[in-house]
């Protein structure tokens, strides 16, 4: 039987730290502290509405998130520069191991889907900008929910929409919540660590530390690592 691949897309395959250089136009030297609130107040945000059960969209919090890392940062930005940022983020880069590695995926071993909290349309989009979209089966959006990940909830409606089961439905992803939230599921994750200094959150369930099924530092050899590791 295929193995189910849930491919996370922010932060995984789509670098959120691809407007650097535009940033740098705009702010100079503060362009990758800024950038680096801006991902991580739109995490915080998805986190809170997924807690306080107020979803907006995933773009909702990545526009606050801009708002809140622009006033940070006294960055003084016209409603214009904020609206052409945005609007670049839905055509934010590729990783540059995720084409190949997509590309090495044997299809009678593996059913890849693009997994994420964006809308199916914005995922769509970027997909497609990236010439990404050739290589998944589907894409599967948390926002049909009206919640976030790691809410139990989204892993089994991914299972629901991909027709995998627990056993046999990997996630791949750069966020530690999202593989520790894929793990608690019980689903098999993988952890993508493309930096050494990345550090996975010491997180325990019934007194047992929350381990990676796997890590990998790209996804250029993935299909070959996760085939090995099934025939465990």
Not at 26 to 35: F, K, P, T
Not at 78 to 103: E, I
Request: glycine residues 6%; charged residues 25%; hydrophobic residues 40%.
């Amino acid at each position: 039987m295929a193995l189910t691949l849930a491919f996370d897309v922010y932060g995984t395959l789509i670098d959120t730290h691809g407007l650097v250089e535009q940033l740098r136009q705009l702010v100079g030297s503060n362009a990758r502290s800024l950038s680096e609130t801006w991902r991580e107040k739109q995490l915080e945000y998805t986190f809170r509405r997924g807690l306080m059960d107020d979803y907006l969209p995933f773009s909702e919090c990545t526009r606050a998130a801009l708002e809140y890392a622009c006033a940070k940062h006294n960055a003084t930005l016209t409603p214009n520069q904020k609206a052409d940022l945005m609007a670049l983020y839905g055509k934010l880069p590729a990783f540059s191991d995720v084409d190949a590695g997509l590309s090495a995926l044997d299809r009678d071993e593996f059913r890849p889907y693009a997994f994420s909290n964006g809308t199916e349309s914005a995922v769509r989009g970027l997909m497609l900008s990236s010439g990404l979209d050739r290589h998944f089966v589907d894409m599967v959006s948390v926002a049909d929910l009206k919640t976030f990940k790691p809410n139990p909830k989204v892993y089994q409606y991914f299972l629901q929409r991909s027709g995998g089961q627990r056993e046999n439905s990997w996630l791949i992803s750069s966020n530690p919540f999202d593989v520790i939230g894929a793990l608690r599921f019980g689903m098999k994750a993988v952890w993508v660590k493309r930096t050494s200094s990345a550090i996975f959150d010491d997180w325990a369930f019934d007194g047992q530390r929350i381990e990676p099924t796997l890590i990998v530092e790209s996804l250029t050899n993935l299909g070959a690592r996760i085939s090995a590791e099934s025939r465990h």
